[in-house]
């Protein structure tokens, strides 16, 4: 009855703007209203007036942002957090309530469920579950009250962060990135849709490809082995990067006298206040030893320890592409992280030989990959920069259903 009246209350103001506005458009979810200076406005639904005071008298005007994607179990964590969990939970919602994009992905998410949580759909997530039960007990018992989870915030990274708890947490656009890449790396896909998986992860880290890859797949009927593939190797290599922020967790890099404050608008730059968090101070040896650590912690799976290290390298590798292109775009290199190559060879000098890929096949990835990166660079940046920068979305273009899918309109 309630879900009848809402309807017949939305098709009512829809009747009363298309009187004054007969270029409406429907959306997917809503409907379009052009506005006089070319722009539009997304209408998505209505909201009871009622319920949404009763949040804000509570909890202040900022709850505004958050009563659609979040239950009421949620709000009182977000804006009363107690735990650690908590914590993680207020910045996993505040990165989804400054970003347009990814606000409707979680839309998405959430559906017409009755009974959606943001806290529940976040703690089906066990990212950390297959790295943590190869740590000693000892260090089980250590980090047992630091949560590991993904956020959906804009800057394609992973942090340890410390406020009045310990949490970490791993960007989603970070796991696009290396999925593109391992779908680049490892499947037997055509080279011209090689070329464009490769664009896509690195747009992504630039911020140039749109964050809405559940709204607007980039391939429609990419073979299901392939896919597979990608993902395993992107859960290897994201164990990997949990392990590096456990390990300056568990070697102090995160005590009184070593973290620093960064703005949430570092990390996301719809952001609008100046609110900080504290992470861990940066530097070349802390980095090293973090690396190093990830897989030196691992106990008594030998199988694993391996797969680990070549995952871990994997990574450096797809960093050391993307410092290429950085460096195309005039960026310098980080003065507290050390460049990706030298990541790669000191953690190879480190680990046991027995463990991953040999130094030779080392260098041999290292230099192939490099090279395509710098004929891409020449061949394709360098004559095509406009359309590599436009924002929006890049398909796989063997495997993408035509025409494409029109935004907000088909999805």
Known sequence: MVDLEKELAEQKIIEAIMKHNPNVKKAKKGYLIPLENGDFFHFLGITSTSDEQTYIDKYGEEVRWYTHFCAASDLEKIFRPKTANDEILAFQAKSISWHPRINRVFQKRKGNSQNWSLDKYYKRILINERYLSVLSKGNQKKVENVPVNMAYFESVNAYCMKEKNTFIVVSE???QFLFFMNLFIYTDIPAVDKSSAFMIAMRTMLGFESFDFDLDPRFDFLNHEYIELAKYKTKSQIDFIIGHEYSHYLLGHLNSKTNTSIKMSMINKYVKNDNKVNTFYYSKKNEYDADWYAIKNITGDNNYKGELTNAAFDFFIYQSAF?????FYGSTQSYTHPDAKSRLLQLRKKINNKFGFSLDELENYLNNVNEYTDSFITNYLV?????????????????????????????
């Open 323 to 327: 410092e290429k292109i950085k460096n």
């Open 383 to 411: 004559t095509n920069i406009e359309q590599f920068e436009i924002k929006g979305s890049f398909y796989l273009p063997s495997y993408i259903n035509l025409p494409l899918r029109r935004d907000r309109i088909d999805f």
């Open 173 to 175: 656009p970070l796991e």
